[in-house]
């Protein structure tokens, strides 16, 4: 400890400037922390789990106003399977990262309204189609799938998320359970393991965005337009785009959405474009913030040694190596970042409980805190080292030539 | 004596190139990635109606029988409502409108049909809205009440069908129907398109779409209610629709309702108007309550839907205290370069230099900085712009500076390096002449 007396007593000759370092890395300390936190929840965001297999899934979306249903998902699905490369076809009526095709609020006990779920419906074969996976209950039997004509059947044997089945009956075993939605009413049972409804994190359900029911609906009637396509990753380019001439040709009356009649790994990388920006952004403001901050330190740790270098003669001429001038410049920037990181953790907090409120982040990781003070140690180091060598450099000489 | 003090300055300036571009860089990052940021907000958080906007209002009843009077209504009117407060004709402009897809048979075959937005309103539409017409003009009332087979449609259309002709009296097939075009508009784009603004609460915040492009075919409210009869969708509904897509007695949400209201003292009056229409739907008993109407202001709507998108606020908050952080970071660095010419400062002194003459010395230094900083910001502006007109996003075309942004830019990188030198500069004025000459 000896060693800090006299940086701390150099210290008060200047104030100010310590002042100035010590706040920029505070400021840096409650940017850094926040900005590396909404990071993480972006990245979060971005890895969502959706529940079917993407890298072989594609979709066609053909808008048909005033086609029977039936019969246009008789022509297009017979158009479909002739593609070749084409491993199963599946009418339904949406895929994740797609357009979202109903959400509903749902109630336990035809009063309380619950939640907002994403109601999937498909057609047989939708759930191979899809890569659907199960992890309780049993699959669906030909009897489930019944024809509806509004919007799904009035009663239906459905299987929900493992997620949406924890927010509706915490703790307990879900299959067998029951909710309704206005006069239709669903018995569950399957447990899916995962299923993203098409815009997760979209205003509803959860951050993590996975209430999603799965209904088994016969093709035809309400269900008509969507189809899902799965093939081999290395042809599904390929695959969409023959698809999509032949669901033209097969159904030339409707009109063809190309927006929506892509692969579902086209549909993600749109769906999160805008979340990457803001990754980037962040981390660009990081970057940016860190090599400010360094070149803030370097600029007044400049500054400080040249001011100091008779002083730094003079300690060499008494008889101060080499290694204790450096040391000294290291421990003095240590110090001034400590009491930086220690303002700085107060702002932190601070910030972290405006973006709380404004924002929808949730609180802070304390462990955050000792993470970016250790970086922020670390780029003190790192940005003192050539000014505080520089200084270890000056030559004993300095002090005896004026005096 | 400014410009020997420019003189000053520039050497000053010259003789450390690497702190003076340090701090010009600091500076120009800051301030680009500040006006970037503000710039995007400062357009989207605009008044779309520029002198009107204070005269058009949002009615809303609640016809939702599971709400009651202390909930909100719902951000929409039902079909029934809407017509009554639009026939009873109490404001000086009343306006419905709603919107849905509709399927464009382009004239010449080969061309495939394509789905696009249809707006549908009454004739108010465009003398309440401000709407510029090139060519044509709006339909009449009667056309309203006729249902007659018209449309206008906007600019881009225009160009993209007709080659920017003269189309008025020239036909589009919507759908299974002939209409016949009136009128065709000037490029117009409000920001944000306001006056289909609802739902913000519901969100997260996910509100870039506001900012969307008017609709390319506009047709009378009713008019459109027959072409693309069962493709309406709804905002919400309290029980499923008997027919989905054709809602007009469906307990349904689905219909905008504009008002415009010239005479201020006439405000209360129609709130009162929407208030007895209310109770008397629940004396009749379509209403379960009447308690919760509402008449938002234009921008008090917009208020209320939180149009801003929150990632656009959050982005610049960001740039804000970065530039702040950039600013600490300039006084050190100024500090350190003023303060090293303590000598020079003593011998200026000695030689009868004011301390406000010092004072001001640094000043203009600090100025010059940031006016080249304010160059190289102005740069970086326009590339952060250029780079989010590249997005897809809807308000990506919005993205541009204007004059008054443009101005911005030079005030605040000036105004933060003078406000980042002054503290630097009451240092160096300070300086005590006899310790400095002592020392040369």
């Excluded at chain 1, 098409?198 to 209430?211: C, F, K, L, T």
């Excluded at chain 1, 110090?335 to 910030?351: P, Q, R, S, W, Y």
């Excluded at chain 1, 003190?380 to 300095?398: D, E, F, N, T, Y």
């Excluded at chain 2, 499923?240 to 897509?245: E, I, L, S, T």
Aim: glycine share 8%.
């Amino acid at each position: 400890m000896t060693q800090f007396a006299p940086i701390l007593s150099a210290l008060r000759r200047h104030r100010l400037a310590t002042a100035l370092i010590a706040l920029e890395i505070a400021l840096a300390c409650a940017v850094l922390c926040n900005a590396c936190f909404l990071i993480v929840g972006q990245l979060r965001a971005l890895h969502i789990e959706s529940g079917v297999t993407e890298s072989s899934l594609a979709v066609i979306n053909l808008g048909c106003d005033g086609c029977k249903g039936a019969d246009l998902n008789a022509r297009v699905t017979t158009a479909l399977r002739a593609v070749p490369g084409v491993q199963s076809v599946a009418v339904v009526n949406a895929v994740p990262f797609a357009q979202p095709a109903g959400y509903a609020g749902i109630n336990l006990d035809h009063e309380h309204f619950i939640a907002v779920p994403h109601f999937y419906a498909g057609g047989p074969g939708a759930v191979e189609t899809l890569g659907l996976q199960l992890v309780a209950g049993r699959a669906f039997q030909p009897e489930d799938f019944q024809t509806a004509e509004l919007w799904l059947p009035q009663n239906a044997s459905v299987w929900i998320t493992r997620a949406f089945a924890e927010r509706l009956w915490p703790g307990q075993d879900p299959l067998g359970k029951e909710f309704f939605s206005d006069q239709y009413h669903f018995r569950v049972v399957g447990v899916m393991a995962h299923l993203a409804p098409p815009d997760p994190g979209g205003g509803h359900g959860d951050s993590a965005g996975e209430w999603s029911v799965f209904v088994p609906v016969n093709p035809g009637g309400s269900l008509n337009g969507v189809y899902a396509l799965r093939a081999n990753p290395a042809d599904l380019a390929r695959v969409l785009r023959e698809a999509r001439a032949a669901a033209q040709k097969a159904a030339p009356e409707a009109v063809l959405d190309l927006q929506q009649s892509r692969t579902v790994p086209e549909l993600r990388t749109d769906f999160f474009r805008q979340t990457r920006i803001m990754v980037g952004t962040l981390a660009g403001v990081i970057v940016a913030l860190l090599l400010v901050t360094a070149l803030g330190i370097v600029g007044l740790a400049s500054f400080w040694v040249q001011q100091r270098r008779k002083q730094i003669g003079i300690r060499r001429a008494i008889g101060a190596t080499r290694g204790d001038i450096l040391h000294y410049f290291q421990a003095e920037n240590f110090l001034i970042v400590t009491v930086g990181i220690a303002i700085g953790m107060v702002l932190t907090f601070a910030l972290n409980l405006v973006l709380m409120k404004f924002y929808e982040v949730p609180r802070l990781p304390v462990y955050y805190l000792p993470v970016g003070a250790l970086v922020l140690w670390g780029l003190g180091q790192l940005a003192v080292l050539a000014p505080a060598l520089r200084a270890s450099q000056v030559p004993p000489m300095v002090a005896a030539r004026s005096v | 004596m400014f410009g020997y003090y420019l003189d000053l300055a520039l050497r000053s300036l010259g003789r450390n190139k690497v702190l003076t571009a340090l701090m010009v860089l600091a500076i120009a990052v800051g301030i680009g990635a500040s006006m970037t940021t503000l710039t995007v907000v400062h357009l989207l958080s605009g008044d779309p109606l520029p002198g009107r906007s204070q005269a058009i209002f949002y009615p809303q009843v609640d016809a939702d029988p599971k709400n009651k009077d202390s909930s909100e209504p719902l951000d929409m009117l039902d079909y029934r409502s809407a017509l009554d407060l639009w026939s009873a004709k109490r404001a000086d402009r009343q306006v419905m409108l709603v919107q849905s897809q509709v399927r464009l048979n382009t004239a010449d075959a080969g061309k495939p049909a394509v789905m696009m937005p249809m707006l549908s309103a009454t004739a108010d539409f465009f003398s309440m809205f401000n709407v510029p017409f090139r060519y044509g003009g709006p339909w009449s009332e009667q056309d309203d009440a006729s249902r007659a087979r018209v449309a206008v449609i906007t600019d881009d259309l225009n160009q993209k069908l007709f080659a920017g002709e003269n189309s008025v009296g020239r036909v589009l097939r919507l759908r299974n129907s002939d209409v016949r075009i009136v009128g065709v508009l000037k490029p117009w784009r409000p920001s944000p398109q306001f006056y289909a603004v609802r739902g913000g609460r519901f969100a997260a915040g996910d509100t870039s779409d506001f900012y969307a492009k008017p609709e390319d075919v506009i047709t009378p409210f009713f008019t459109g209610l027959d072409v693309n009869d069962g493709n309406f969708q709804q905002f919400t509904c309290w029980q499923m629709p008997p027919h989905p897509g054709h809602l007009q007695d469906s307990p349904c949400v689905w219909v905008a309702f504009w008002v415009q209201i010239n005479d201020a003292n006439r405000v209360a009056a129609y709130r009162r108007f929407v208030a007895d229409y209310a109770a008397q739907q629940q004396a009749i008993g379509r209403f379960t309550h009447s308690g919760n109407t509402r008449m938002r202001s234009l921008m008090g709507w917009l208020d209320f839907n939180g149009v801003l998108p929150s990632n656009v606020r959050l982005q610049a908050w960001l740039a804000v205290a970065f530039l702040a952080i950039c600013l600490v970071n300039m006084i050190g660095l100024l500090l350190a370069k003023f303060l090293r010419r303590s000598g020079e400062i003593g011998l200026r002194r000695a030689l009868g230099a004011s301390r406000a003459a010092v004072f001001a010395q640094y000043m203009v230094e600090s100025g010059l900085i940031g006016l080249i900083g304010g160059v190289c910001g102005w740069l970086l502006t326009m590339a952060g712009l250029w780079f989010i007109r590249q997005q897809p996003v809807a308000y990506a075309d919005l993205a541009r500076l204007d004059v008054p942004m443009f101005l911005l830019t030079f005030v605040a990188a000036i105004g933060a390096s003078l406000l980042a030198g002054a503290l630097p500069a009451v240092r160096a004025c300070r300086v005590v002449p006899a310790w400095q000459l002592k020392s040369l």
